[in-house]
T-cell receptor, first 114, second 114 residues
């Protein structure tokens, strides 16, 4: 089954404790992206990757890191989480952004930073 | 500043009517335009993509693009209660970013009344 898998689905943690949200896709997609969704602010892109070892900042990259060492994985790293990073996070992938290629979204990760 | 604007709604239409959702964008160089549907508590799913001026139809959905006016819309014919969701307009940024930078509007909440 084609899918984007995020882990964990829910996480409550404390300020300053490094965490990683994993994202894995089994569709051999080149493009992967991370978003956060906040009430009243909508869905905002954090980082994206056009292919292995190619990453770029989205609109809200501050406080986040990513890596793309393998095609299937695109982890999101919060080195020193802060309460303003409490949000719902989505990972997505597609073959590319052109053509009628849908972005497949993961089920989301709800992060609470205390 | 790259922006994608949508009316937040809620937009309420009776079952069987046509729902019209609108979106404007600021980046004149944008090439790719997408409509996503998001049910409450779920991840977004792609409904339509459009790249050329004019209309694109897929079943009950029609996307319309006018690059000169920087305007994209989604029409839903014969609206059903199951269409009740938040509809997100997304546009790829071109100037000031690579084509992987996807900007989402804040979404329009649609309610279809039986």
């Amino acid at each position: 089954e084609a899918q984007v898998t995020q882990n964990p689905r829910y996480l409550i943690t404390v300020t300053g404790k490094k965490l990683t949200v994993t994202c894995s896709q089994n569709m051999n997609h080149e493009y992967m992206s991370w978003y956060r969704q906040d009430p009243g602010l909508g869905l905002r892109q954090i980082y994206y990757s056009m292919n292995v070892e190619v990453t770029d900042k989205g609109d809200v990259p501050e406080g986040y890191k990513v890596s793309r060492k393998e095609k299937r994985n695109f982890p999101l790293i919060l080195e020193s989480p802060s309460p303003n990073q409490t949000s719902l996070y989505f990972c997505a992938s597609s073959f590319n952004l052109m053509g009628n290629q849908p972005q497949h979204f993961g089920d989301g990760t709800r992060l609470s930073i205390l | 500043q790259k922006e994608v604007e949508q009316n937040s709604g809620p937009l309420s239409v009776p079952e069987g009517a046509i729902a019209s959702l609108n979106c404007t964008y600021s980046d004149r160089g944008s090439q790719s335009f997408f409509w996503y549907r998001q049910y409450s508590g779920k991840s977004p799913e792609l409904i339509m993509s459009i790249y050329s001026n004019g209309d694109k139809e897929d079943g009950r959905f029609t996307a319309q693009l006018n690059k000169a006016s920087q305007y994209v819309s989604l029409l839903i014919r014969d609206s059903q209660p199951s269409d009740s969701a938040t509809y997100l307009c997304a546009v790829n940024a071109f100037y000031g970013g690579s084509q992987g930078n996807l900007i989402f509007g804040k979404g329009t909440k649609l309610s279809v009344k039986p």
